[in-house]
């Protein structure tokens, strides 16, 4: 077939609403495009003139999925304004409420996401016929998940105690104790993950890009660091962020484009597999040997498969967390932070990539200025130059296994469309 | 008897809402046996123009929304509004205090012309609503227990007091005592006064009750220092969409 017409109208299990609009004729594609037809959210005019100490709560909801991570991000920008280096404990609970988010995240994504592609159904509900015990296996974590979210956090979506300078309300030392030894136990539904996950066959696809996150001398970085590509070895400061992301706005898309050293990157599980697999802790390190999951890798499909690799790491780093927390006590803190004026910027790992957050505040602690760069925004370039990639090498499908190859790829990335569009229909035009 | 017809739609919002009603877990599963989830875009591929109830997320910011949602109010027997920006508003309406050119002039610059936005209202505003779930996000529990009243074509039992009343019964010590500014005496109980709980002052995600005593409340507020411009800030949060009751 060399004539392809593909028009997905709001592309299912993503988070938001994207169309993917392809069109081939003669061997050749003459359209490609995923248009983000998500209502613009208009964030960055939302925060002006809110002050300091409640941004975070407005950027909160960006997201439901990611929203401890834009509330991390905001408060880590102020913090950068004001100067100021939050208390060791304070840390820590915010890594361990970062992990659980991560899990959270991955878990939905892995399960309820993907997961029924492989097994070729709509939808979770329908894999519960035949595999219901995955099914509950994947809600069992799930439900970990927030409940640890919502022991440091006061709940998962729109985190309550996480606020600029320390935490509102600390978690009890004897919950916390108690929750280790529930992730402890499971161990093993993540150990029959990982198998799960092995057996489940990821479509092959090779396009090398440009990797970047960011990067730590401690850790495997998710809560702070340095920012990294794969294309060179220099790293670049979060408040420099500027200098290496080139956001660009194009017509078909509420969300902006962005590019760095070629005209697209990635960002994500993967690419964060690729440029610190080294800090990976050994079980992650041998989950993705496991599951066929080499260093590096360039193929997109498999970022999954790093996400379940970064689910194993968050679990083994929460233990040595809650670990860390009991052996130095927690209490809890009360900062005051007075208002200055200046420029800062928050650099989190979001579980779907590196996530900035600039704010600029006036002496009385208002935002005069906002700007989010967000993970999925970043991958939409690359998104549809692997969409360009991938056609010619499907053409000779049959048509629904075509849209079925581009759906798993744009849902490989666990676009979160409603975050990116301050901003897929894949329609296949047969003529 | 067959199923009824449930589907779930997201208008301008985070879906966290949606992704509350995916945590119900196992009751979720015991749910699916009692309706028949027709249309779920953000966990289902199925869909379908035919469903007799829609739980609706979001608010309306866009003029292909207005469209949009009546074509769901056409649709359905059951419209209910899920979740602060579809029931009040949220906190979409913080756009509005600008205007619509200039706040997309703010964000996309020059191409501001290719993007359509109108000021962010709730559902209410173009459709009729036949149930609210309030809260950003809503409560898991509330979520069963209109669902549930619905499926028993019983009227679902939604607080009508404040969360003072929630807050005191936990046996919380008032905020207000530590210095900490609270919306709960005129936001509407049924979240069992969470981020009180949590030491964070209400900011009213869950809209105001039927009559608040907003002049005492402002009264507070102004004893607690804010200027009269600052406890409107606290009341637009959430609530943006209500401007003229609280001048």
């Known amino acids: 077939m060399h004539d392809l017409n593909v028009d997905i109208n709001h592309i299912t299990r993503v988070e938001g609403h994207g169309n993917i609009v392809i069109d081939v004729k003669g061997g050749k594609i003459r359209e490609l495009r995923m248009d983000i037809i998500e209502s613009p959210r208009f964030f960055e005019a939302m925060a002006l003139g809110r002050t300091y100490k409640e941004v975070a709560q407005i950027t909160s909801r960006i997201c439901g999925i990611c929203a401890v991570t834009h509330t991390t991000t905001s ?58 015990d995955d099914v509950l296996r994947g ?38 104790a108690a929750f280790k ?13 990982v ?101 590096p890798c360039y193929n997109p499909y498999m970022n999954n498969i790093a996400q379940v690799v970064e689910t194993v790491h968050c679990f083994e780093d929460s233990i040595n967390l809650i670990d860390d927390l009991i052996s130095d006590g927690l209490s809890d803190e009360k900062v005051e932070l007075l ?46 130059n692997d969409l360009r990639s991938l056609i010619p090498q499907v053409l000779n499908k049959k048509k629904e296994e075509i849209i079925l190859d581009i759906e798993m790829l744009v849902r490989a990335y666990d676009p979160c469309i409603s975050c990116s569009s301050h901003l897929m229909k894949v329609k296949f035009v047969n003529e | 008897m067959t199923k009824p017809r449930v589907a779930f739609f997201s208008f301008t919002s985070c879906e966290g809402c949606q992704l509350v009603v995916l945590t119900i877990e196992e009751q979720l599963l015991e749910l699916v046996n009692l309706i028949d989830i027709v249309s779920f875009r953000e966990a289902m591929s199925e869909k379908s123009e035919d469903y007799d109830i829609a739980f609706v997320e979001g608010s309306i910011t866009t003029t292909s929304e207005i469209e949009r949602i009546k074509k769901i109010r056409e649709t359905a027997k059951t419209v ?29 610059g020059e191409m501001a012309d290719n993007f359509d936005t109108i ?59 530590k210095g900490i500014v609270c919306m709960g005496p005129v936001t509407r109980a049924g979240c069992k006064a969470i981020c009180p709980t949590y030491n964070d002052g209400c900011v009213g995600c869950r809209g105001l009750i039927d009559d608040p005593n907003l002049s005492s409340h402002k009264n507070l507020l102004s004893e607690h220092g804010l200027t009269v411009d600052e406890a409107i800030s606290q009341y637009m949060l959430f609530g943006g969409n209500s401007k003229e009751k609280y001048e």
């Open chain 1, 75 to 132: 408060i880590k920008a102020i913090e950068s304004v004001l100067g100021f280096e939050p208390s060791i404990q304070t840390i820590r609970l915010r890594k361990l409420l970062l992990n659980a988010e991560f899990i959270q995240s991955h878990i939905l994504h892995v399960y309820f996401l993907t997961a029924p592609d492989f097994f070729r159904v709509g939808s979770v509900f329908g894999m519960v016929k035949d595999n219901k």
């Open chain 2, 119 to 177: 000021p962010a209202r709730p559902i209410e505003a173009v459709i009729k609503v036949d149930y609210w779930i309030q809260g950003c996000p809503i409560d898991k529990d509330e979520f069963i227990e209109v669902t549930k009243a619905i499926l028993l074509g019983k009227k679902p039992r939604i607080p009508d007091y404040p969360v003072c009343v929630e807050c005191q019964m936990k046996e919380n010590v008032c905020l207000f005592e």
């Open chain 2, 80 to 108: 209910i509004a899920l979740g602060a920006c579809a029931t009040i508003g949220g906190i979409n309406c913080l756009k509005n205090q600008f205007e619509m050119k200039k706040v997309k002039e703010i964000v996309y």
């Open chain 1, 181 to 193: 030894k529930r992730i402890v136990e499971s161990r093993s539904d993540i150990d029959v993950t």
């Open chain 1, 339 to 384: 208002p200055e004026k200046g420029r800062g910027v928050g650099a989190t790992e979001a579980p779907r990539g590196t996530l900035y957050h600039e704010h600029k505040m006036d002496d009385n602690g208002k935002i005069t200025y906002a700007n989010y760069v967000i993970p999925t925004a970043q991958n939409l370039a690359n998104i549809e």
């Open chain 1, 195 to 295: 198998k799960f996950f092995k057996d489940l066959k990821t479509p092959e696809f090779e396009r090398e890009t440009e990797y970047i996150s960011l990067t730590s001398p401690d850790e495997y970085a998710l809560y702070g660091g340095s920012i990294k590509s794969s294309d060179h070895n220099g790293e670049t400061a979060p408040v420099d962020y500027l200098d290496r992301i080139k956001e660009f706005i194009v017509p078909h898309s509420t969300a902006k484009h962005a590019k760095s050293n070629r005209n697209s990157y990635m960002v994500g599980a993967l690419a964060r597999f690729n440029n610190n697999y080294e800090q990976l802790h050994p079980k992650a390190k041998a989950a993705a040997e496991e599951m066929g999951l080499k260093h």
């Open chain 1, 139 to 176: 809600m069992r974590l799930k439900s970990l998940a927030n409940d640890l979210c919502a022991l440091v956090g006061g709940r998962h979506i729109h985190p309550i105690t996480l606020k600029v300078g320390c935490f509102s309300k600390s978690p009890e030392l004897k919950d916390i």
